[in-house]
Structure formats: structure tokens, C-alpha cells
């Protein structure tokens, strides 16, 4: 156990209680809190193995950019808290196949490289890296780039809003406090103000949205 | 330092990743689950990269985990703009809800 | 205004505008220690001068607060001549503003018809509990002492009608007594020596007004030290210089004579003294008891005026014996004095209080509402309605508790 | 191109801190002149700020609390302290409790590599800037928390505007300083400030300049979207208070409150000195003057003490005289409209900086 093998357990021991609260928690917001104490958690994984500038990269793309975008993204789409509604039923299953699975793969790498050890670790310098990046992987770097912008147009076509479009989701939102109207088994209730009128003559009592 | 800690971290974020993706409902924390297991692979990648190129010259562990990052960032981005419009058009972030191929 | 210029310059103007005044002198005034000098009307605080007020219930009705209480009884003045009529007045028991409910709109003001409430540009007098802004007669009272004379008039202004009126009445009179003068000459000088002898401020006999218009400046410059408005204390002054003449002159006519011609104007002065001078001794302890430099200057100026008034008037007393006091001794004592009294620590003015017999109107007695039941029941009998008996009750409770307290005083 | 190994996570350039061969005696003082650096500077900050906006809007600032007023926000602060910490009940009270220290401690970390003098520095990365940047980033889930913890939609709103503005404003600063990068041919702040005592243009030589001169447009950028990360006046829409009443800090009160101000402040101050590093010539007097007391390159590196004091106070006079400016702004622009402030960014700065970097990038390689 040299200093870093030290440090490094610390680390990893946030990082692992990161991840299962990110997976177990009951408030999303909590789980999103928690996954960004593990990407911080895991950049000072990367500390550890002196890779600083991967660490640095983890900071500013993971806690400081994805992490908030899940925030956003959770608050945003308004989900229900608590085990219930956050978890499937396949709770055992999941156990099972992850449980077995860290089994299986903790046993195959502690055997396979149970006695590695890298005690004389030096990190590549930033030019090192700047040169391979732009000499040996220019090209996957350039599809990287091209990838990255068709994202960001994908993501912008797809969360954006069509002229018009704004206020729908309100006809589809329910409040589900107190007793349901009696048309609910057909799907929502067209009672949009202005629109119900329309709906009388049609006689079909609601079941046309949707 | 030994090797095996890192590869066991790694290990056991992606196990619970795969849990997370297996037991959670929205969508959202779906995508975070992912992120953990793309995490869990970055950590191999980088305690690889001193494994096998100890002072050298090559980086190809850095920037597999390099390219990662920024794959998973697109696939943030691209994956929480479909949460939203499948929570506009459907009111919901839950995935089991969401088996329609068509709707 | 389509203004072609290059992109930006708007921002550097903004930036020049707001540099331009980095370096300008701020606009502070350091309050507590530096203070500004406010407009004569600034709506501070409202003063009383209860002397005015005629309990006419105006400012009280008008009130949008209803922030103002007034409590009041009627007292019967005997007639003034014999057989005449005897007639009441109403006297102000109780004067309290709210200043937790005012909202400083200066209606009242307004509306008072005999000048009674003046707004003062006094504004500390914040409080650390809410009852505490609860100001009674006598506090309003105090508030009076710091009103400020208004602005002058403009230039060639034209004279307000109640100074050309005081003008155009004091030449009348002055003309009469110009007359009286003529017949009593003789008379007069004998008095006149007399009075000289006792020491009675020879200054009053040596001046011989004759100046038609001419104002007694002394009274003047009380009343503006009292706080009066300018207008007023100009056309009470020239008021008072009338009466002092004719005063000088009764009083050459008949050396002893009791005459009474005491007016029920309270603020004829028959002593007066030269206003202007402070009472030192007084203006030190209010402003050692943190009283703000303006009313300090202000009361002084009261007491240094009632300290001569009361130092002429013993004069006056030892000098004309038993029979030549009547007229001070009418006088019923100015409420500016009795008010005035207990703030300014002028304790060598003992002539004025024994030598004033007290009057109900004199006694304070504080009421809650308390209502006398034998009125009431006798009025309810007599067939008046609830709310007249109701009042009169009260009134009579009122005077009664005031009667008492005054034979206690008297008992005592 | 040489062997360019380096062990990486170590200091760059010696700080005159690592005295003596222990490891104990370097780290306390380091640690002190961190957290010195982060309690002091920030408060005389926003002493220069109070006062400069007082005298700005012709009034004369705080005067009582000390000499000229100078102790008010050292008086505010224990007025923080004594203040009730109220909690809102259906606030999410550890996450509410959490969220000024996430905003703070980044703020707090940055000071560790920001050189005020040759060798007055804690730690000189290689990766120095991209640190800083780095760091800052994470700020942002702070004050994002904050807003939702609190249970209050203005503090929501207030949040998520706040949100989307860091992200929205972290693109073109972290360009721009790339493309100062660029121009130093290295990531260390000292680096950075070497490579300006060195420059010159070409057909200019022998004349030195600073960054700003050749990166006028680079220095505005930064400028503004330093001002924007910050929440600064006229971009403090998150905090808005005509409109989101107090934004994410609405339900703060006390100690936590006072956090997110020295957040700011803190914020404020190192912002400044990055600008000064990056473009103003860090420690230098002026282009080309070296310091007394000092040798070495450019006549600003290995100083002796006297050097080394006028290094430090040149530094923070450019610090001062950049919030200076800051506070200049704030006085005298009114507050932007949130689609305004998406627009400035998306529709002008980024576009700006990327065509600012390729410009700077090409004319490098080429000359």
C-alpha cells in the first residue's frame, strides 16, 4: 500500500457510493446530484492514475456540462418521486444480472491481473497529448467533431418546438387529485376550454383526442 | 499502486449501471445509468494506458477515452432531447410506458 | 430623431455619462450629523396651538384616518356687561393626533378654520413602540414652538386682507384715542409720573406711537418667537399696539382705576417685553436634554419672553398696591404659558401662578369614555335621544370630575 | 520535435513557497496565502465596488464602518453570521444546506493557481488555465441546486436562467482563452505571463506587448462572458430581482447567503485575474518595462523581495482596476433581457471567438 493506493481507495469508495445512490435514490434530483459526485468522484480517479488532463476533460464535460443537463432535463419533465414511480418491477431481475455479473467479472480480473502493479506512473504531458491528438488520431478526432455537430442539430431539431405547438402538453396533463371523470377509461378528457364546444356536436364524449 | 482497484471500481460502476438501466423507469435516469457504465469503461481505458505505455509516446488509452467522452456527451445531448419530446407528446418519462412503435 | 451613428456608441456614451459622476460631489447629506434646512411647510409633524382651537371638529371629521381625537366640554362664560347674555364656549379637553394612522395629507390643516394646527418640518420623533406616537395636546403644543415663519412675500406683493383690515381699524381707533388723548391730558401726566416711579418700563411711556399703521413690534416679535405665522403676528401686533395705547392712555386717565377693560383675547399682551433674546439658561438645559437646536432656540425665546412678562408684571404688582393689578389679574393666563410652563425650567416666575385663579378650563382630567349617569338618566327621562345624552353625559362627567379635582386642589 | 515527457500534476515553476525540505512548512503556507488570497481580496473587491457605485451614482457609498467605511463588508459579514437560518419547509434541507458550499468551494480552489508574482503562487499546473476553467464549471450545479432546493419557483427559475447562462457564456470564454493559448504555446498561467514579456509582433521587433493589444476582440469576449458567468450586472438575470425577486438566493438568509455573495466576489476577483494573466501581462508594469529588483527573463522573473512586493501590487492593482471596470458597466447599463442574453452568446460571442481562434491560429502557424 504505497500513499496513492491510499487516496485511491478513498476516492473510489465516493465514487462507488455515488453510483448506488444514483441508481437507488427516490428523488431524482438527489440521483443526478449523486451521479456528479461520481464523474467528479471518478476525475479524481483519473487524478490518481496521472492522467490530470482526462481528469480536467471529466470536470468541465461531465460535472459541469452533463450533469447540469440532466438537472435540466429533470426538471424540466416533471416526473413523479418516489421508489414507485422510479423503479420497474424488475428490481430482483436487475439484481441478479448486475450482482452475477460483477461476480463473474471481479473474479475473471482478479485473477487475470491480480498482481499488476504500476508503481512508476508518468502521466503523458499536455503536448504529448496535443501532438497525438492532431497527428496519429486527427481523423477519428475530425469524425469526432462531425459527430458532436450532428448532435447538437439533432438535439435542437428534436426538443424543439413547433410554431403553434406550445401549451399541448397541458390538454394531456393530469392531475390525478381526488375523483377521476367518469370518461377516463376512454383516455383523456377533451375539456379544453373552446374546444368543447366543438366536441358537443360530435357527440363522442372524449374519446376523440389522443 | 496496484492495478486491481481501478479495475474493480470500474467493475462494479458498470454492474451498477446495468442495474440501474435494468430497474429504473425513466428515461432519464436511464441515461444517467449509461453515463455510468461509459465511466466505468474510461477508467479501464486510462489505468490501461499505464499499464502498457509507461513513459512512452503513445496515448491510445487516453484518447479512446477522450473520444468516449465526447461520444457521450452527443449521446446525452441527443438522448435528453428524445426524453423531451417523448415527454411532450406523451406526458411521461417512463420507458415502459413508451412501447408504441407508432402512435 | 433617426440617428445614424456606429454600433457601440450608445454604450461608450453610457459609460461617459456614468464616469462624468465618479467625480462629481455626491448628493449625500451626512443626516445625523449635517442636516438640511427644510421648507417652512414640510410635513414633519402637525403642531397645535390650542389656544386657537374652537373645537369645531373639522379636522376630526375630516380625517381620512380618523386619526384625530378630540374631547371637549362647554363651559358657560359669564356676560361680559351686566345684564347681558351669558354665553358658552366650548373648551378643548383633550387634542391627540395618531401618528401611527396619519398619512401626512395635510387635511386637517387645511381645514382648520382659526388657524389651530400648523404643519412644523420637525420629523424625529420616531418611536420605539406604536402608543408612543400617540401625541397629546400638550406634546402637539410643543411641536407648536418649532413651526417656522413662511416665506416672505413676493416683491410688491399685495397685503393680505386681514393686515389691511387691522391697518385700516387701528387708524380708526388711533384717531379715538388721539381724541381721549387731547381730553385727559392732564390727567395723564400725573399718572403717568407715577407709573414712572414704580418702574414700570419706562420704555412703554417714553414711546409715543403716533404713525398710522405702525405694529408693536414687541408683540410682534413674541408671537413669531411663539411660532405664529407672520401674517398673524402682524395683524395681532398692530392689533396690540391699538390696545396698548389705549391702555397707556386708560391707565394715565385713571391712576387706580379697576376697569377691567381685561380683554377675553388672550393674547393682548398688557406687559411686553422686547422679544428677539433667549433665555440662555433655558435654551442649555433643552438642548443638553437633546432637543433639536431649532425648538430649543424656539422655547427659549418663549421663556425668556415670559420671564420678563412675569418680572414686569411683580414690578407692576408692588409698584400699583392693592387696586392696580385687576387688569393682569383678569387676564386669564395664555395656555402658550400654561403649556409652556412645566417644559421650560424658568423657576422665578411665581407671580403668575397664585395671582391666576384657577378655572376648570385649567384642569385636565383624563376621560375614557366615562359618562355621568344621573345627566343621562335625567335627559333619557326627558326624552332626548340616546346619542345627545350620551354626550352631554359625558361632558358633564367631564366638568364634574374637573370640579372635583380643582376643590381637591383647593382643599390641598 | 524533442522528448516532451513530463510528469505531469507537479508544478511548473518553483513558488517562493517551498521553503525548507519539509512538506508540512510549503502546504500550511500555501493554504494561507490561498485562503488569505480568497477572504481578503474579495472583500476589498466589493469595498471598491460599494464605493465606486456610491460615488458613480452620486452618493458616497458606506462611510461609517471603519476609516471611509472600508470595514462594511467585514461588518456585513458578521451580521450574516448573526443572522436566523431560516430553512423553508418543503425546501430539500440537505440539499439546500449543500448548495453555497458547491458554489463557494470552487471559487475558494481557483486562487490556488493563480500567480500574483514571480513565485507568488501556491501551485504552478501545467494545466493552469484549463484548471481554472475547469474548475469555475462547476460552480454552476451550486447555484442550480439552490434554486431547485428551495422549493420557491422564483428560485427555480432563477436557477435553471442561471443554468443556462453559465453553459451558455462557458463556451466563448473557454475559447477565448484557447486562443490565448494559442498565442503562448503553453496552458501555465506563469507560462502565459513569460510568453507576454516575450512578445512581440512581427516587423515589430523589439517592442513588447501584451495580449491585449493584438486580442482586443478576444479581451472583449472574455470581458463580457467573464462578467455573464459571473451573474455581473447587466447579466445578472438568474438574480433578476425585479422579476425572480432574489433568483436561486431568494430563500437564503444568513451565513449561507453571505456564501453565495463571496461567491460572487471571490468570483469577481479571480475572473480579474485571469484577464490579467491572460491579456494585461500578469506582473508586469508596463510592455516592456522590467521590474526593479528583478532579472531574468524579460527582466520579471527571479525578483528579489523588493520585486517581488511590486509584482504583487501590480498584479492586484490590475485586478482592482479590471472590477473596476466591471463595476463601471454595471453602473451604467441596465439589465438585459433573458433571450437577449441567450442571443448575445449563441449569435454573437461564439460565432465571434471561433472566428477570433481561427484568425489567431492561422496567423501563428504562418508567421
Avoid at chain 1, 480517479?45 to 480536467?56: E, G, R, S, Y
Avoid at chain 4, 482592482?320 to 451604467?332: E, H, I
Wanted: aromatic share 8%.
Amino acid at each position: 500500500m504505497t500513499g496513492l493506493d491510499v487516496v485511491f481507495v478513498l476516492v473510489g469508495l465516493l465514487t462507488a457510493a455515488g453510483a448506488v445512490l444514483t441508481v437507488t435514490s427516490k428523488n431524482l434530483v438527489h440521483a443526478a446530484l449523486a451521479l456528479a459526485v461520481t464523474l467528479a468522484g471518478i476525475a479524481g480517479v483519473f487524478l490518481v492514475l496521472h492522467a490530470d488532463f482526462l481528469a480536467l476533460v471529466q470536470l468541465v464535460v461531465y460535472v459541469g456540462a452533463v450533469a447540469v443537463l440532466f438537472l435540466f432535463g429533470l426538471m424540466l419533465t416533471r416526473a413523479p418521486i418516489g421508489r414507485e414511480a422510479l423503479d420497474s418491477q424488475n428490481r430482483g431481475l436487475a439484481l441478479a444480472v448486475s450482482g452475477g455479473l460483477f461476480v463473474v467479472l471481479s473474479t475473471l480480473i482478479v485473477l487475470a491481473f491480480g498482481d499488476v502493479r504500476v508503481d512508476a506512473m508518468t502521466g503523458p504531458g499536455i503536448d504529448v497529448i496535443g501532438i497525438a491528438i492532431f497527428a496519429v488520431w486527427v481523423l477519428p478526432f475530425e469524425l469526432l467533431s462531425m459527430l458532436l455537430l450532428a448532435a447538437l442539430i439533432g438535439a435542437i431539431v428534436l426538443a424543439r418546438r413547433e410554431d403553434g405547438e406550445s401549451g399541448e402538453e397541458a390538454e394531456v396533463t393530469r392531475i390525478e387529485v381526488g375523483d377521476p371523470p367518469i370518461n377516463e377509461s376512454d383516455g383523456p378528457p377533451a375539456e379544453v376550454a373552446g374546444d368543447g364546444q366543438a366536441e358537443l356536436p360530435a357527440g363522442s364524449g372524449g374519446g376523440g383526442q389522443a | 499502486m496496484s492495478l486491481i482497484g481501478p479495475l474493480l471500481l470500474a467493475t462494479f460502476l458498470f454492474c451498477v449501471g446495468i442495474y440501474g438501466i435494468i430497474a429504473r423507469r425513466n428515461a432519464v435516469l436511464v441515461l444517467m445509468s449509461v453515463e455510468l457504465m461509459l465511466n466505468a469503461v474510461n477508467i479501464n481505458l486510462v489505468a490501461f494506458q499505464n499499464v502498457l505505455f509507461p513513459g512512452e509516446e503513445a496515448v491510445s488509452g487516453l484518447m479512446f477515452a477522450l473520444f468516449i467522452i465526447g461520444v457521450a456527451a452527443a449521446e446525452v445531448g441527443v438522448g435528453l432531447a428524445i426524453v423531451f419530446n417523448m415527454f411532450r407528446n406523451r406526458a411521461t418519462v417512463n420507458v415502459d410506458d413508451v412501447d408504441l412503435m407508432r402512435w | 430623431m433617426a440617428q445614424t451613428s456606429l454600433p457601440g456608441t450608445g454604450l461608450l456614451k453610457g459609460l461617459a455619462v456614468t464616469v462624468k459622476h465618479l467625480f462629481k460631489r455626491p448628493a449625500t447629506l451626512m443626516y445625523p450629523y449635517e442636516r438640511n434646512e427644510l421648507a417652512p411647510r414640510t410635513r414633519g409633524v402637525i403642531a397645535l396651538m390650542d389656544e386657537n382651537c374652537t373645537v369645531c371638529m373639522l379636522c376630526a371629521r375630516e380625517c381620512p384616518d380618523w386619526c384625530i381625537y378630540i374631547d371637549s366640554h362647554k363651559e358657560t362664560v359669564p356676560p361680559a356687561k351686566e345684564g347681558g347674555r351669558a354665553r358658552t364656549r366650548n373648551v378643548l379637553d383633550r387634542f391627540a393626533i395618531d401618528f401611527s394612522l396619519c398619512m401626512y395629507c395635510g387635511i386637517c390643516v387645511e381645514v382648520c378654520p382659526f388657524d389651530a394646527l400648523w404643519w412644523s418640518p420637525e420629523f424625529e420623533y420616531s418611536e420605539y413602540t406604536m402608543d408612543a406616537l400617540l401625541h397629546e395636546k400638550d406634546k402637539l403644543r410643543e411641536w407648536a414652538d418649532t413651526v417656522p415663519p413662511p416665506p416672505a412675500l413676493d416683491e410688491g406683493a399685495e397685503a393680505p386682507a386681514e393686515v389691511t383690515e387691522a391697518i385700516a381699524k387701528a387708524e380708526k381707533e388711533l384717531e379715538a384715542a388721539a381724541q381721549k388723548e387731547a381730553d385727559k391730558a392732564a390727567a395723564a401726566e400725573a399718572a403717568t409720573t407715577e407709573a414712572k416711579a414704580g418702574g414700570s418700563g419706562p420704555k412703554k411711556a417714553d414711546e409715543p406711537k403716533v404713525a398710522a399703521g405702525e405694529i408693536d413690534q414687541e408683540t410682534y416679535d413674541a408671537l413669531i418667537a411663539e411660532g405664529k405665522s407672520e401674517r398673524i403676528a402682524r395683524s395681532k401686533a398692530k392689533a396690540a399696539y391699538v390696545k396698548k395705547e389705549k391702555a397707556r392712555l386708560k391707565a394715565e386717565a385713571d391712576a387706580g382705576g379697576g376697569d377691567a377693560e381685561a380683554a377675553p383675547t388672550p393674547k393682548a399682551a398688557d406687559i411686553k417685553v422686547e422679544a428677539g433674546q433667549i433665555d440662555q439658561e433655558t435654551y442649555d438645559a433643552l438642548i443638553a436634554e437633546g432637543k433639536t437646536e431649532r425648538m430649543a432656540r424656539a422655547k427659549a425665546k418663549a421663556a425668556w419672553v415670559k420671564k420678563e412678562k412675569a418680572r414686569l408684571a411683580a414690578e407692576a404688582e408692588s409698584a400699583a398696591g392693592a387696586g392696580a393689578p385687576a387688569g393682569e389679574e383678569a387676564e386669564p393666563p395664555s395656555p402658550t404659558d400654561a403649556a409652556g410652563s412645566d417644559q421650560a425650567p424658568s423657576t422665578d416666575a411665581p407671580a403668575e401662578e397664585p395671582a391666576a385663579t384657577r378655572k376648570l378650563g385649567d384642569v385636565h382630567v383624563e376621560g375614557t369614555g366615562e359618562i355621568d349617569q344621573e345627566t343621562y338618566d335625567a335627559l333619557i327621562a326627558e326624552g332626548k335621544s340616546e346619542r345627545i345624552a350620551r354626550a352631554k353625559a359625558k361632558a358633564a362627567w367631564v366638568k364634574k370630575a374637573k370640579q372635583a379635582k380643582l376643590d381637591e386642589e383647593g382643599g390641598a | 520535435m524533442t522528448v516532451l515527457t513530463s510528469t505531469t500534476a507537479l508544478a511548473q515553476a518553483p513558488s517562493i513557497l517551498d521553503v525548507g525540505d519539509g512538506v508540512v512548512l510549503p502546504i500550511l503556507l500555501k493554504v494561507a496565502l490561498v485562503l488569505g488570497l480568497f477572504f481578503v481580496v474579495p472583500l476589498v473587491g466589493g469595498y471598491l465596488e460599494h464605493k465606486v457605485m456610491g460615488r458613480m451614482q452620486n452618493r458616497r457609498g458606506p462611510v461609517e464602518a471603519g476609516p471611509f467605511g472600508s470595514l462594511q463588508l467585514v461588518a456585513d459579514g458578521i451580521k450574516f453570521i448573526q443572522k436566523e437560518d431560516i430553512i423553508p419547509r418543503a425546501a430539500d434541507k440537505p440539499m439546500f444546506a449543500l448548495a453555497p458550499g458547491l458554489a463557494l468551494v470552487p471559487a475558494l480552489l481557483v486562487f490556488l493557481v493563480i500567480p500574483l508574482g514571480p513565485g507568488v503562487f501556491a501551485v504552478d499546473l501545467e494545466l493552469g488555465l484549463f484548471y481554472a476553467l475547469a474548475i469555475t464549471s462547476i460552480s454552476v450545479l451550486g447555484i442550480l441546486l439552490g434554486g431547485w432546493a428551495s422549493a420557491n419557483k422564483f428560485s427555480l427559475i432563477g436557477g435553471l436562467r442561471a443554468g443556462a447562462q453559465l453553459i451558455a457564456y462557458e463556451l466563448p470564454l473557454i475559447i477565448t482563452a484557447i486562443t490565448v493559448a494559442v498565442m503562448a504555446g503553453t496552458l501555465s498561467l506563469v507560462g502565459i505571463v513569460e510568453a507576454q514579456a516575450n512578445f512581440t509582433l512581427p516587423g515589430l521587433e523589439g517592442f513588447n506587448l501584451w495580449f491585449v493589444f493584438p486580442q482586443i476582440v478576444g479581451f472583449a469576449i472574455f470581458f463580457v462572458a467573464a462578467m455573464a458567468e459571473l451573474s455581473r450586472p447587466p447579466f445578472d438575470m438568474p438574480i433578476g430581482d425585479s422579476e425572480l425577486v432574489f433568483g436561486y438566493m431568494t430563500e437564503y438568509t444568513g451565513i449561507k447567503f453571505a456564501m453565495f455573495l463571496l461567491t460572487e466576489y471571490a468570483g469577481m476577483i479571480t475572473m480579474s485575474a485571469l484577464m490579467v494573466v491572460l491579456f494585461l501581462g500578469g506582473w508586469q508594469i508596463l510592455p516592456g518595462v522590467a521590474t526593479p529588483g528583478c532579472e531574468g527573463a524579460a527582466g520579471i522573473m527571479s525578483c528579489d523581495p523588493i520585486g517581488i512586493a511590486i509584482s504583487v501590487l501590480v498584479t492586484l492593482a490590475k485586478i482592482m482596476g479590471l472590477v473596476f471596470l466591471m463595476v463601471w458597466a454595471r453602473v451604467a447599463y441596465p439589465r438585459l433581457r433573458e433571450d437577449q442574453l441567450q442571443r448575445i452568446s449563441w449569435l454573437v460571442l461564439v460565432p465571434l471567438s471561433l472566428a477570433n481562434l481561427a484568425f489567431v491560429t492561422i496567423l501563428t502557424v504562418v508567421l
